[in-house]
């Protein structure tokens, strides 16, 4: 056994806002995801997504099915989307191989049994994923940057230029209630999200890479009126229960992935909150 999946019950916001920094840590953020050929992460009540990463170094690493889910295989009531973060490598779908360059993304429909990711020739091989249930079977489908639905928002003199790259989106690709895509930091930005939102309808998850060495982010997260924030580091990630915001700052310029599930594939369905009414 190479994966070790760990359980994060949801949180009410009325007890959240009372955690100092080592419970909110302990809930929300997810420090280590790449050990070498093993998969590590969390289950998370929210939605039920599994946040996690897997780090092929010297040997093909399999999908195993996990005591939460109670199936035959892991992929039997679920679909999965999978960035790469690290080298070109590839991934063996019940016997068909997928090559992945560096921020190329691959989703996995419901059914799908074998799924191997196997290490790159050079460098390190991350592949960082999300999963949610699914109710029906939708085919594997490879989606590289120029397959993207790309948007540039935000402008340097807000600290906010960044270009949006919706990856697996329902505009792109068939899914059950996955949803994941990448943003990217103009350098001399460093503002993700902002202003920020909330979404009831949908829970998110954000990974956060390509954060220079000796520079950090701080993800604020919380209810509106109720503002919290986490600092954090190069490869980490965090979860954002619906009532949440999310968003975040850096002392430099850095990318991360957002993954959302829950009860719509609408990316437009947000509720905005303004700079001035956070709290």
Known sequence: ??????????????????????????HFLLETLFVPNEIHGIYTLNDRLIVG????????????????????????????????VGQAASIEVDGTQYTLAHKEALYIGK??????????TEGETLFYFNSAPAHKSYP???VGLEDAEVVTLGALENSNHRTIYKLLVNSVVETCQLQMGMTLLKPGSVWNTMPAHTHDRRMEAYFYFDVPEGQAVCHYMGQPEETRHLWMKNNQAVISPPWSIHSGAGTSNYTFIWGMAGENLDYGDMDIVAPTELF
Do not use: C, W
Request: glycine share 4%.
């Open 111 to 120: 059914g799908a049994k074998d799924v191997i990711f196997h290490p790159a």
């Open 1 to 26: 056994m190479h994966t070790f999946i760990h359980t994060r019950y949801a949180n009410h916001p009325a007890d959240v806002k009372n955690y100092d920094t080592k419970a909110l840590r302990e």
């Open 140 to 142: 594997t489908k490879k």
């Open 53 to 84: 990463g897997i780090h092929p170094k010297n040997a093909p690493v399999q999908l195993e099915t996990i005591d939460q889910l109670k199936s035959e295989y892991f992929l039997e009531r679920r679909e999965i989307g999978i960035i790469n």
